[in-house]
């Protein structure tokens, strides 16, 4: 059965890190763009990050540009978030999403249609 599964959430103070896990089973991510939304109590999901295919251009959203850097290693069949400086307002359940795109420049625009569960990550002291 193919999945995404996200780890890697919990609790932290603030200025904490934390490294947000991605990997997929029954399917090989190395050609999907992937990407990372979160969604906070009482508001929409939002996107965090992404990164392209194989040629692994990403992208940040504003709120979080220069503290998140995502990854991948292809080896492991996993992406990473790794978020570093967290704020309160970064407490939110993370789900990464997935999809197989003819563009491997491009993660932005992409339709995702494979989702986690999510994990929660929560920014309090």
């Known amino acids: 059965q193919s999945q995404l599964v996200e780890s890697g959430g919990g609790l932290v103070q603030p200025g904490g890190s934390l490294r947000l896990s991605c990997a997929a089973s029954?399917?090989?991510?190395?050609?999907?763009?992937v990407a990372w939304f979160r969604q906070a109590p009482g508001k929409g999901r939002e996107g965090v990050s992404c990164?392209?295919?194989?040629?692994?251009?990403?992208w940040y959203d504003d709120s979080v540009k220069g503290r998140f850097t995502i990854s991948r290693d292809n080896a492991k069949n996993t992406v990473y978030l790794q978020m570093n400086g967290l704020k309160p307002e970064d407490t939110a359940v993370y789900y990464c999403?997935?999809?197989?795109?003819?563009?491997?420049?491009?993660?932005?625009?992409?339709?995702?249609?494979?989702w986690g569960q999510g994990t929660q990550v929560t920014v309090s002291s």
């Open positions: 999403a997935a999809h197989l795109s003819t563009n491997q420049h491009e993660c932005l625009m992409a339709p995702y249609d494979r």
């Open positions: 029954g399917f090989t991510l190395d050609y999907y763009a």
């Open positions: 990164i392209s295919g194989s040629v692994g251009n990403t």
